[in-house]
């Protein structure tokens, strides 16, 4: 499957735990963007990284939460002390060009329930 | 800043049916504009996108949109409805901004098919 991969699916975590969602971009997409999805709500723009590099962290909550995207595996989006209100469906999306609109490509996503 | 309006939230059509789902977009510079297809539990899937040139746009699945600058809108259609067809449709508009282009979302159309 050459599509963006994320994991898990699910992932239900109890108030004050560590959730970690991993990406892995389509094959080539050096890329990534990170959605969240708040129920009955569309997607709001998180963070922008390259490899090694955050170039964009305008939509990221300030506290709680970090992404990184390493020279070698998936990008990771960590939330810390998790509460209630970051359930939500958590998007990422690759894409293969920086510096002109390419088309950004969608993994699955992975629901975070905090019980 | 950009922003996406889509004014339904709901619609509902039989199958055989023309559709058309509305979007408008407020953005100061040339829209890259784009609709997404999201299935229940699922990720999203481009249906289709417009960077420039011919405002009348084909997508996958037999959907087309046409950008109409003066209105500042970019509506979906589709001459004849299927009920595969039944899911949520995003429309978003794609912002160069910090060296990566992020993508702002409409809050979605929920389309049911009656069959």
């Known amino acids: 499957n050459a599509g963006v991969m994320q994991n898990p699916r699910h992932l239900v975590r109890r108030r004050g735990q560590e959730a970690r969602l991993r990406c892995s971009p389509m094959?080539?997409?050096?890329?990534v963007y990170w959605y969240r999805q708040l129920p009955e709500e569309g997607l709001k723009f998180m963070v922008y990284?390259?490899?090694?590099?955050?170039?964009?962290e305008s939509g990221m909550p300030k506290e709680r939460f970090s992404a990184e995207f390493p020279k070698e595996g998936p990008s990771i989006l960590r939330i810390q002390q998790v509460v209630r209100g970051d359930s939500a469906a958590y998007f990422c999306?690759?894409?293969?060009?920086?510096?002109?609109?390419?088309?950004?490509?969608f993994g699955p996503g992975t629901r975070l329930l905090v019980l | 800043a950009q922003s996406v309006t889509q004014p339904d939230i709901h619609i509902t059509v039989s199958e055989g049916a023309s559709l058309e789902l509305r979007c408008n977009y407020s953005?100061?510079?040339?829209?890259?504009l784009f609709w997404y297809v999201q299935s229940p539990g699922q990720g999203l899937q481009l249906l289709l996108k417009?960077?420039?040139?011919?405002?009348l746009v084909q997508g996958i699945k037999g959907f087309e949109a046409e950008f109409k600058r003066s209105q500042s809108s970019f509506n979906l259609r589709k001459p004849s409805v299927h009920w595969s067809d039944a899911a949520e449709y995003f429309c978003?508009?794609?912002?160069?901004?910090?060296?990566?282009?992020?993508?702002?979302f409409g809050t979605g159309t929920q389309l049911k098919v009656e069959l």
């Open positions: 999306a690759s894409s293969s060009k920086q510096g002109a609109i390419e088309t950004q490509y």
């Open positions: 094959k080539g997409h050096s890329h």
């Open positions: 978003a508009v794609g912002a160069l901004t910090g060296g990566g282009n992020k993508l702002t």
């Open positions: 953005y100061g510079a040339t829209p890259y």
């Open positions: 990284l390259q490899k090694e590099n955050i170039i964009d």
């Open positions: 417009y960077f420039s040139g011919d405002t």
